[in-house]
């Protein structure tokens, strides 16, 4: 394998695009979509049977390991709204009771959170009041969504992932908040860790964060997180991935917008109709690719069964 060390030293830290720039890009990655063929499952149309069984074949060791993070219960600077999780049962007196008795719990969850692992169904993200490929956006109302539901998803999501690993190319343990991956950055831990990017790969990219929150402890990610550039949707789209998931939600914090907090979500989600995979856990995950050495691997994401909601929480599953 290429030695990471190879890489030539980054260049300065991208610069902020102007709302003109930024609604350029929006204008021509929603085309490069269109083009590409991709119909009302978006980027779920180049996830074809040939190519889930092309990464069935990949499996060497059979392992399996969760790319999700625990859900969290207890209140935090990123975690305002925790998941509630209580038992319902048994009742005390049910404990000491002969025969059969249940243990029962209940669970509730802000779904799109900013700690929990959770996949944006494409009806996720409105901009200029439209969803993804000109829905109107009227078609989400207080009774659920109408059209580009978690219902496309409800067989599942199986390919063939592709993890890139930005802290070990860059020879850190994270990418510090606010820090924001390009184009060029994507490209460049593709070629170093030997991980080719193609048509259907569900994309997956470190940027360390949930390695920094066990060790420092969690801060306020609504004003700095690590997460792409939007100029870094280019080789998203150039590469024409089915799926982009992150550790952190694939934005940055500030944006580099202004006017538009999550950038990254409108160009994923509305222009190229991709199902976000945000706040995983990819550590254990770096650690067994960096061990085998080879950073593909098959994919298997789960939603739950919500037809009109906008997202779910979610365990997606390597196996390697």
Known sequence: MASEQSVSPRPGPPGPLTEEAFRDLYRRLRERAGEGGAGRRGGLDRLTPERVV????????????????TVETRTAPDSPEPARHRMIGPAHEETAAPGLVFARDRFAMNVHNDVDSHLDALCHVTFDGELYGGVPASSVTADGAGALSLDLVRDGIVGRGVLLDLPRLRGVRWLEPGDQVTAEDLAAAEAVQEAPVG???????????RLRRRTLGP????????????TAMEFVAARGV???????NSDAA????????FPVHVLAVNALGLHLL???DLEELATLCEQRGGRHFLCVVAPLRLPAATGSPVNPIAVL
């Open 54 to 69: 092309a990464a069935a074949a990949e499996v060497r060791s059979g392992r399996t390991v969760s790319l999700a993070a």
């Open 199 to 209: 048509p259907g790969d569900l994309l997956f990219v470190r940027v360390g964060h």
């Open 219 to 230: 801060w306020d990610v609504t004003r700095d997180r690590a997460g792409l550039h939007p």
């Open 278 to 280: 945000d706040w995983l």
């Open 242 to 248: 089915s799926v982009l998931g992150s550790d952190g």
């Open 254 to 261: 500030p944006s580099a917008v202004a006017g538009v907090g």
